[in-house]
């Protein structure tokens, strides 16, 4: 294979990403893991930050994408890696996000990648994270993030095909906008964004395909920003 592209889960070099969707929507898989580019991006982040949990550490990853489990269950000792989804085929835990049955402040490492524009109640959600997350651990967050400065909502929204129209996806229920941040805030988190386009990923946005294109005919402007979130300390 060639060597023009790169895919730093399963670091095989790749003469080409795949197509996944429509060519228009311009969004990248690997052909060999099928990571997508927010997963690429969310993992050359934990590189480039040394945020990797230690072995002894707990980690709740929600919806896991299996070239992202593989990696992070090898991190940290048995047992201290869990992966929660509604359906019971998809994870190790059927957790349902908005009502958490664990204990407060158990997970010192949390993973939510474009989870919340499913959820009709990201507050609670939201909440329910807050909860569960130890007092100095990270939760890192991915949603897919709309051209707009505010998120928008309309819960007249119900069919499918408008959902995916006006949201992006059938079973997406608003689109955030850049104040997802403040949502984050709001629900006391501090927030640190990193963005796929800032400058000092020029070199490795197009090789690593980390995002969707500025071309894309998604209603997105991007997929794969991470949030780290920290709990606020009291002042």
């Known amino acids: 294979m060639g060597s023009l592209y790169e895919c730093n889960l399963c670091e095989s070099k790749l ?29 050359f982040i934990l590189n480039m930050e040394n945020l990797f949990p230690r072995r002894n550490q707990r980690v709740l990853h929600f919806a896991p994408e299996w070239c992202m489990e593989r990696k992070l269950s090898s991190i940290v000792d048995k047992g201290n890696y869990i992966s929660g989804d509604l359906n019971p085929n998809s994870a190790s835990v059927v957790l349902d996000i908005t009502n958490l049955k664990l204990a407060d402040n158990s997970f010192d490492f949390v993973i939510c990648s474009h989870v919340l524009e499913h959820i009709p109640d990201d507050v609670k959600a939201l909440s329910e994270l807050h909860r569960i997350l130890a007092d100095d651990g990270y939760l890192l967050m991915q949603v897919p993030i709309g051209r707009n400065m505010v998120t928008h909502e309309d819960s007249s929204i119900i069919s499918e095909l408008d959902r995916e129209r006006v949201f992006g996806q059938s079973d997406h229920v608003r689109l955030y906008g850049s104040d997802i941040v403040q949502r984050l805030e709001h629900a006391n988190f501090d927030v640190r964004a990193i ?41």
Request: net charge negative; proline share 4%.
């Open 195 to 235: 963005d796929t386009r800032d400058a000092e990923f020029k070199s490795d946005f197009i090789r690593y395909a980390f995002d969707i294109s500025e071309k894309s005919l998604q209603p997105y402007s991007c997929e794969s920003r991470v949030y780290i979130c920290t709990k606020q300390t009291a002042s």
């Open 15 to 43: 003469a080409e990403f795949f197509h996944f969707g429509p060519i228009q929507n311009d969004n990248h898989i690997c052909p060999v893991c099928g990571s997508f580019g927010r997963q690429r991006f969310l993992w």
